[in-house]
């Protein structure tokens, strides 16, 4: 499509001359605009990818990709339940649990919090927390008195190993003076970090029959907690599950219980990708500038290359060429400078902390520990065809104007 005489000219034009410095520093803020645009666009979507890809991970890998309940508040049968759930195609694992909001009580501290009672075999399949206990040991993790905890709440309340935690119950039992909550102390021994602040903060794992004992639900649990293979498609996991219980069971899956809440972060996304193609459709404007002021700048040489023969196609070309090597340069740099910074995005956040003395990413309101990124190359490939029609159409119109030019009119004027 490009012939050497083009090709020619067109670098002669991109490489300016004494006097002629000003185009030239216009297309370098173009080239620069377009790269920090592409780059911009693809450190925010790979963030926003790892933001969402951890998230859910963690969550499901606490919460299960789906829970079974009872008709009623609770399961009797359910290790019948399990079994069953077990058998489904596509389920990995079936753990009954029992599950309840109590108070939790140590010293000063008070918060309210989440208790979950598994049996030893099942919490170590949970890996979110068995791969990550920071102290003690889930061998200990037996009888009626023994608890796990949180990082955050270890902290906040002051807890190690051998540590007493206290959970008050509101579901008592009713005396004459009206309910009494129930109240235990529970020794602990081990304390895990789960990666979501929340989780750490808020909640405590018991021994399956010390829960049992303790909010007084003898052989019964709340939910049984299904893991699955692929959790992106628990969809027809769910429906098998349905249909293999003959309806007398209730299954919610993660796209149930967390739909307003991971659909709020897809709708976040969508939004920065648009707001921030703003940023390149802005550089290609540059470029448009930087090329009509060419053109005008070069009006008496497109005179003289039209006398000598150059067509009109030929000048279009020149200065396509001229407008599409900015374009390209800048988002293949764009392109590169966005892979390295999201490849080691951990570091750079770390560097500029120590450097500023500030937390640039707060547990506490982003719910993960760390900066998460993930790339996803076809998200890549498309901000770079996005990129490269953006600043191929913005080449259109001055090249059609470079073409128009009249060489007798502008050679009048010289």
Request: proline residues 3%.
């Amino acid at each position: 499509m490009f012939g050497p005489f083009e090709r020619m000219v067109a670098g002669r034009y991109l490489h300016a001359r004494r006097g002629e410095r000003f185009v030239s520093v216009i297309a370098i803020f173009s080239l620069v605009g377009i790269a920090l645009g592409v780059a911009t666009l693809i450190i925010v979507m790979s963030v926003m990818n790892g933001f969402k890809a951890d998230l859910l991970g963690r969550i499901l890998g606490l919460n299960g990709d789906l829970s079974v309940f009872g008709v009623t508040r609770t399961i009797s049968d359910y290790d019948d339940v399990a079994a069953r759930v077990r058998r489904v195609p596509g389920v990995v694992s079936a753990a009954p649990l029992v599950e309840s909001q109590v108070l939790l009580n140590s010293g000063s501290y008070n918060a309210g919090g989440l208790v979950r009672g598994m049996t030893q075999a099942d919490l170590l399949g949970l890996h979110e927390i068995s791969d990550n206990l920071v102290a003690g040991s889930l061998d200990d993790f037996g009888g009626d008195d023994t608890i796990i905890v949180g990082t955050t709440l270890a902290e906040r309340a002051g807890l190690t190993v051998g540590g007493r935690l206290t959970l008050v119950s509101p579901q008592g039992a009713a005396t004459a003076f009206g309910t009494m909550p129930r109240v235990r102390a529970y020794r602990v021994v081990a304390i895990f970090d789960a990666g979501v602040n929340d989780y750490n903060a808020s909640y405590v794992f018991l021994p399956l029959h010390a829960a049992q004992v303790y909010f007084q639900m003898p052989g019964q649990v709340t939910q049984v907690q299904v893991m699955t293979r692929d959790a992106e498609n628990v969809i027809p996991v769910r429906q098998a599950i349905e249909k293999a219980m003959d309806g007398n069971v209730r299954v919610m899956d993660w796209t149930q219980t967390n739909n307003a809440f991971f659909g709020a972060v897809q709708v976040e996304q969508n939004v920065m990708f648009l707001i921030l193609t703003l940023i390149i459709l802005v550089a290609a404007f540059n470029v448009i500038s930087s090329l009509i002021m060419m053109v005008k700048d070069k009006s008496a040489d497109i005179a003289v290359l039209r006398t000598l023969g150059a067509t009109r196609g030929a000048i279009m070309r020149i200065f396509l060429m001229c407008g599409a090597s900015v374009g390209v340069t800048g988002t293949f740099a764009g392109t590169g400078l966005g892979i390295v910074f999201c490849m080691n995005i951990e570091h750079i956040r770390q560097l500029l902390q120590r450097i500023t003395g500030t937390n640039l990413f707060n547990p506490e309101v982003y719910y993960l520990e760390h900066l998460p990124s993930r790339l996803i190359w076809s998200q890549v490939i498309e901000v770079i065809a996005m990129a490269l029609v953006l600043s191929l159409l913005a080449t259109l119109y001055p090249s059609w104007r470079a073409a128009k030019t009249d060489p007798v009119e502008a050679l009048r004027h010289e």
